[in-house]
């Protein structure tokens, strides 16, 4: 959420010059962390928060208040000269687990599959292993295949994805580029296969795609919540367009 973060705040501290707001990247465990111990006033993040942090938080007599302020898709990305254009979520998750290791095996050439994710403190890699990985089951303790190369990044992965034909990858919808080819993602085999996009975040056909949020301590204070309040109204959900995300009034 750094870049969105970064972009709102800039805007209202234009029109309200009083107020000073800095934004600092991490992932969002370490948004939710800093929540917690109290070195700032709000934490962005692409998750839910956790059972394990609001039971940190409670024992740090703090009760964490969500704000959900935008949504987002999680696009599927390879490399543009990969002829593969479509995958279910289970060719995924299989890929993913280590169990699919060559693009002949869902459809393309014979190379191998070279897995790339976000690092363990993203929130998109939470979601990403949560929902895909995981296929949403909640008992299943599946994890990335070890050689799966984990990046700082959205846009580091973008870059070697753009320069690796055998890559795969994910990203939010407002990172990805014309240097990678998105891919068509169906539930299961039977499709159908559906483009992330705001109409299809918003009508539930694209099935990868969740809320992101903003956390404080309990009910914010005055100038925090005026803040809030902003991020809701029209003009900022703009910004959350024209950034490649999906403006959480339109849901």
Same mark, same amino acid.
């Given at each position: 959420m750094v870049n969105l973060a970064l972009?709102?705040?800039?805007?209202?501290?234009?029109?309200?010059?009083? #107020?000073?707001?800095?934004?600092?990247? !991490?992932?969002?465990g370490t948004g939710i962390a800093s929540l917690i111990n109290g070195t700032v006033d709000i934490a962005n993040a692409s998750r839910k928060i956790k059972q394990e942090e609001l039971d940190q938080a409670k024992q740090a007599n703090l009760e964490p208040k969500e704000f959900v302020v935008a949504r987002d898709a999680i !696009?599927?990305? &390879?490399h543009p000269g990969n002829p593969v254009d479509q995958l279910t979520l289970e060719q995924i998750s299989l890929i993913y687990r280590g169990e699919i290791n060559n693009w002949k095996e869902v459809g393309g050439e014979d190379r191998p599959i070279v897995r790339l994710s976000r690092e363990t403190n993203s929130g998109t890699? &939470?979601? =990403?292993?949560?929902? %895909?990985?995981? @296929?949403g089951n909640k008992t299943d303790k599946s994890i990335f295949s070890p050689d799966t190369l984990l990046l700082p990044s959205s846009e580091g992965i973008i870059a070697e994805i753009s320069d690796n034909p055998n890559a795969i990858g994910y990203d939010g919808l407002g990172y990805i580029t014309p240097q990678v080819k998105t891919l068509a993602v169906a539930r299961d085999e039977k499709g159908p296969y559906v483009l992330p996009s705001v109409e299809? &975040?918003?009508?539930a056909s694209y099935p990868i795609s969740r809320d992101l949020y903003m956390y404080t301590h309990g009910q914010p204070s005055? %100038?925090? /919540? *005026?803040? /809030?309040?902003?991020?809701?109204?029209?003009?900022?959900? *703009? #910004?959350?367009?024209? @950034?490649? =995300? %999906?403006?959480?009034?339109?849901?």
């Open positions: 972009a709102w705040a800039e805007r209202y501290q234009q029109e309200h010059p009083e #107020i000073r707001i800095s934004v600092t990247g !991490g992932g969002s !696009g599927v990305i &390879v890699h &939470v979601y =990403f292993l949560e929902t %895909v990985v995981r @296929l299809t &975040v918003n009508n005055q %100038v925090v /919540l *005026d803040y /809030l309040k902003w991020i809701s109204a029209p003009e900022a959900q *703009d #910004i959350v367009n024209k @950034l490649g =995300f %999906v403006p959480y009034q339109a849901k």
